[in-house]
């Protein structure tokens, strides 16, 4: 399988995906380096899928107040 991430607006509108990923820790890890990118694209949230399945999400990615 493979792992992507799909970017949200705060109302969970999807507004693209990621390129995947072949694993986990790799999508992890580009996620963490690439959020301050995708915050100046409009994303305020991703969820991580697993081919289709969805493994968790809406996760923010504004600092929390």
Request: zero cysteines.
């Amino acid at each position: 399988m493979t792992w992507t991430w799909t970017f949200e607006t705060a109302g969970g509108d999807v507004t693209g995906r990621s390129e995947p990923f072949e694993s986990r820790g790799d999508a992890e890890s580009w996620v963490g380096e690439a959020f301050g990118e995708l915050l100046e694209q409009g994303v305020d949230q991703v969820r991580l899928f697993d081919g289709e399945a969805e493994i968790y999400g809406p996760m923010s990615l504004h600092a929390e107040s």
